[in-house]
């Protein structure tokens, strides 16, 4: 059994830290939260790599090298691969949620999940943080929906949105790591307060629109400012079937930011 703490500036740099220091993803691991951070101390997980990736990953290791001499993906491919989820695929319909694993190109194993009794732990979960914040909310939840997700409304909600999203972002990813560790549900569960996702999509198609015009005029590349991967993958699929546009990100987390380019 292979174990590694790893540490970040909060709980979900910390797992994305021991995630690539294990060269795995979430599906691969167990994760007990060690401490969840503040402003003087840095948040901390123990992550247990399951047993049978901890015997596959020589194997892993080998097939990584012989990759290396391969032809490399082109950058729309390898944008949405930087910008995607770790979560499993699912599919949710009336209330219940198949999680799909893809195990070859001809193979996909399928679990079903009651998605009430995921959301109820998620909904579990909010409603400590927000008594411990001494904050009057209503939550309510979705599980009909692609992604299930949960929606908190009240007043002065601005400490769970945090500067751009950034406390949203934190608060959805611990949230889904709680869930998982309660429930094994490995899909994703949306957060959203005050309806900041749909005004922040709004804003941010907006802003996409006004660059690519400006680019398709000036033919000139266009540095946007560093945002999350949501926000970026946002931007992304706005704007992958304008002409003479393409994207790519560049730099690292949490300072990873977009390109748009002017393309013939």
Do not use: W
């Amino acid at each position: 059994m292979k174990q590694i703490e790893a540490t970040g500036k909060n709980i979900e740099k910390a797992i994305e830290n021991g995630l690539k220091e294990l060269n795995t993803t979430m599906e691969n691991v167990d994760i007990k939260i060690l401490n969840e951070g503040g402003l003087l101390k840095k948040a901390k997980v123990l992550i247990t790599l399951n047993e049978e990736e901890l015997e596959s990953s020589n194997a892993k290791f080998e097939d990584d090298k012989v990759e290396e001499t391969k032809e490399t993906k082109t950058d729309e491919e390898q944008n949405l691969e930087d910008d995607s989820t770790d979560f499993e695929e699912h599919i949710c319909e009336n209330g219940v949620c198949r999680v799909v694993k893809k195990e070859s190109k001809t193979a996909k194993k399928e679990t079903e999940i009651d998605l009430e009794k995921v959301v109820s732990v998620a909904e579990e979960f909010l409603n400590g943080l927000v008594y411990i914040l001494n904050l009057q909310v209503n939550i309510e939840h979705n599980t009909t929906e692609k992604l299930p997700y949960v929606k908190v409304t009240g007043d002065d909600l601005g400490v769970l949105i945090g500067y751009r999203g950034d406390a949203l972002e934190a608060i959805q990813n611990l949230m889904n790591v709680v869930v998982f560790n309660k429930t094994g549900f490995k899909g994703k569960i949306i957060l959203d307060v005050e309806n900041y996702r749909e005004k922040r999509i709004s804003t941010l198609c907006e802003l996409a629109d006004r660059i690519s015009k400006q680019v398709l005029k000036n033919k000139k590349s266009f540095k946007l400012e560093p945002m999350n991967s949501y926000e970026r993958r946002i931007i992304h699929s706005h704007l992958q079937n304008v002409e003479h546009i393409s994207t790519h990100s560049e730099g690292k987390e949490p300072n990873r930011f977009l390109i748009v380019d002017y393309v013939e």
